[in-house]
């Protein structure tokens, strides 16, 4: 019987990776990646640019009170909603085909002064692929373009709006 709780304790560590994390080694790791995130940005920018540059393993441990603690050791204020928009959005798992359409629509629309608006030109193309937010926005990063998460939330409920013609067509008449 002791050698099997002996197993099952030693087992657990590959199940519950995330206590792996409270080392001072991530610590390190998290303090190397903070040194490569924007100053200028919002405090909430800061945090994706921190989330997005973790590894896969990383990612999948990490938990919110982790990433809370270590910017509150900063100086930063973030909610912790905030916190779980961006680890979803760098948690999310883009195909490496949706990757590449989406650099290449960026790359044939006509530049634009505001990423943003490019943004919304690119959602409205029938080629886009339709990701969730947090594809979208993990998607969208990969070619080094930041959107929030509730700026992207507008964006992608207008630009997937489908209006039938007759209700259209009754707008444009008034």
């Given at each position: ?65 982790q ?25 999310a ?13 960026w ?58 013609k ?9």
């Amino acid at each position: 019987m002791a050698s099997n709780i002996s197993s099952v304790t030693q087992s657990s560590h590959h199940l519950f990776p995330s206590r792996a994390l409270a080392q001072p080694s991530f610590e390190k790791q998290l303090e190397f990646y903070w040194a490569r995130v924007a100053k200028n940005e919002t405090p909430v920018g800061r945090t994706e640019q921190l989330l997005f540059q973790l590894n896969v393993q990383e990612l999948a441990a990490v938990t919110n009170a982790q990433i809370l603690r270590f910017l509150h050791s900063k100086k930063v204020s973030v909610q912790r909603v905030s916190v779980n928009c961006a680890l979803r959005a760098a948690r999310a798992v883009v195909s490496p085909e949706d990757l590449q359409l989406i650099e290449k629509l960026w790359q044939n629309l006509p530049k634009e002064p505001d990423p943003l608006s490019q943004v919304r030109k690119m959602l409205r193309l029938e080629a886009c692929p339709q990701l969730t937010q947090p594809e979208m926005r993990k998607a969208l990063w990969h070619i080094q373009v930041f959107v929030s998460a509730s700026t992207m939330a507008q964006m992608m409920s207008v630009a997937w709006l489908n209006i039938p013609k007759e209700t259209s067509a009754l707008i444009k008449r008034c």
